[in-house]
């Protein structure tokens, strides 16, 4: 018989794919892999694999927590539609957490600090947390800060996963708004250079 309280949390906003349970608050079991591509076919099946092994099915669980990002793009929207999705046919919350939050939970300060995530073009994505906390911001690779840093790329994907659900587990005590990716800027995909097809009367 499963605790009354089971939370899934996965995360594929970087090279990766990672999942972790949690029952009653505490890690039960996580897993990861590393991938550039194929979070797609992967998350799933991952996910499945690892309730298998604590002998829990989807009905089994409370809530869902994913990593929205900043991060990769494609791999952000793989994670939170699945969540979407999964709350949806399974009626339960899904809560979303941010790459800041998960990295400010997984460095584990009580202090003031920064969570900080390398960003495209030389660029850092940056938040302060504990006494002066700040919105989201982007700074220079070169950028000095006033309190001690934690890297979202110094964290193995699993502990990633497990904060996700450390952090979600603690928001779910309040209502939360329906996960959606989190971006600082713009895609850095290109519009396609074909033009569009002539629609005819």
């Not at 899934?8 to 897993?31: M, N």
């Not at 998960?102 to 940056?126: E, F, K, M, Q």
């Amino acid at each position: 018989m499963p605790p009354d309280l089971v939370f899934l949390a996965f995360d594929t906003s970087a090279a990766h794919c990672a999942a972790a349970l949690l029952f009653d608050g505490q890690c039960r079991g996580s897993v990861a892999e590393p991938m550039a591509k194929g979070q797609a076919e992967r998350l799933l099946p991952m996910i499945e694999d690892l309730m298998a092994t604590q002998g829990i099915v989807f009905a089994d669980l409370a809530g869902l927590c994913v990593g929205t990002g900043p991060g990769n793009f494609t791999g952000i929207r793989i994670a939170v539609s699945l969540a979407r999705g999964l709350s949806l046919g399974l009626n339960r919350p899904a809560i979303g957490v941010t790459a800041f939050e998960a990295t400010s939970g997984a460095g584990g300060l009580n202090a003031p600090h920064w969570a900080v995530i390398d960003a495209p073009r030389g660029l850092l994505y940056a938040q302060r947390f504990g006494a002066g906390i700040t919105v989201p911001q982007i700074r220079d690779a070169g950028a000095n800060f006033d309190a001690p840093v934690v890297r979202f790329a110094d964290l193995a994907p699993d502990r990633i996963a497990l904060a996700v659900g450390e952090v979600g587990w603690l928001k779910s005590s309040t209502p939360q708004p329906r996960p959606a990716p989190f971006y600082l800027r713009g895609a850095d995909a290109a519009p396609p250079s074909d033009p569009p097809p002539v629609i005819l009367p």
